[in-house]
């Protein structure tokens, strides 16, 4: 089965919730990618039907240093639970973030892993972590160190974790689905575009403005 990424869209500019809003895009389609869900591996359509692709097709390894990318303060995705795997990156005015977390359980029947973790450069801090629609599986802390961490098993629901940080404060995000590197399901809007797909893991987001 061929998953793509047009079940994200973006919410309209301003709308910030710890609730998820399922709206359309207001002036933009959705982006289409040749995506798939994240147990079933790399498929193709060689003309008589879908193959397993796995072994040609596997994501390259993260590169050693984080890449630096902007994302559109106030804007903010949406996302229909059990429809996609997603783990999605929204930045608000004044230093509020939000990670929140899709899986592909109505077609795959298995419930995606998580573990996320954020974090800001010694210069800037990070403070008032709050889990929003968690499950005794899932969980959120701040470690001694300053990193912000999101462990959530995700089902047909929505797992998020928001917290402050210094106003315009780089954050490295660092994603792991069932304990393997996975920043390709990473999505955000930065540029006026919306991205699926970090090009590093950790991978490093800069506010447009504070």
């Not at 003309?47 to 994302?71: K, T, Y």
């Not at 403070?127 to 098993?153: M, N, P, Q, W």
């Not at 390709?184 to 504070?210: C, K, M, Q």
């Amino acid at each position: 089965m061929t998953f793509s990424a047009d079940f994200v869209k973006l919410r309209s500019l301003g709308l910030w919730s710890f609730l998820l809003v399922a709206a359309p895009l207001a002036s933009s389609g959705c982006i289409i990618v040749d995506e798939d869900g994240h147990h079933g591996g790399h498929q193709h359509d060689d003309g008589d039907g879908w193959e397993d692709d796995d072994d040609d097709n596997e994501p390259p390894p993260p590169a050693d240093e984080p890449r630096l990318v902007a994302i559109d303060t106030d804007a903010a995705l949406s996302s229909e639970p059990g429809e996609g795997v997603g783990i999605f990156v929204e930045y608000a005015a004044g230093g509020t973030w939000r990670l929140w977390t899709t899986c592909d359980t109505n077609s795959s029947k298995v419930v995606c892993s998580f573990d996320l973790y954020a974090s800001v450069d010694t210069s800037s801090e990070l403070f008032d972590i709050v889990g929003t629609d968690l499950e005794k599986s899932d969980a959120t802390r701040l470690a001694d160190d300053g990193i912000a961490y999101l462990h959530a098993e995700t089902g047909s629901d929505i797992d998020a974790m928001t917290f402050t940080t210094t106003e315009g404060a780089i954050v490295r995000l660092e994603a792991y689905l069932d304990g393997v590197q996975e920043p390709r399901y990473v999505y955000w809007f930065g540029d006026g575009v919306l991205h699926e797909g970090a090009p590093t893991n950790p991978i490093d987001f800069e506010p447009t403005s504070p």
